[in-house]
């Protein structure tokens, strides 16, 4: 994390925020950590898109309200 953080110039606590879904980062931040983790911008989205729909078809069928998130939101 200290790697990523140094790298994208973004502080390890605020890195870590964004991860624990405390904070939204906004594109530019999103694009430093992408080139900090070695991807672009949309390799990072598509791999976020993937989760979002991985995690939805898990939920398929539960009992859970479909407006419920979880934690688990994307900002772009």
Known sequence: MK???EA???SMPY???LERGLKEASSEVLAAA???LGLGLTDLL???QDELARHARSRVGGNRPSARHDGLC???
Do not use: G, P, Q, T
């Open 3 to 5: 790697d990523v953080a």
């Open 15 to 17: 890195l870590s925020e």
């Open 46 to 48: 598509s791999l976020a």
């Open 8 to 10: 994208a110039r973004i």
């Open 34 to 36: 992408a080139r900090a």
């Open 74 to 76: 994307l900002a772009a």
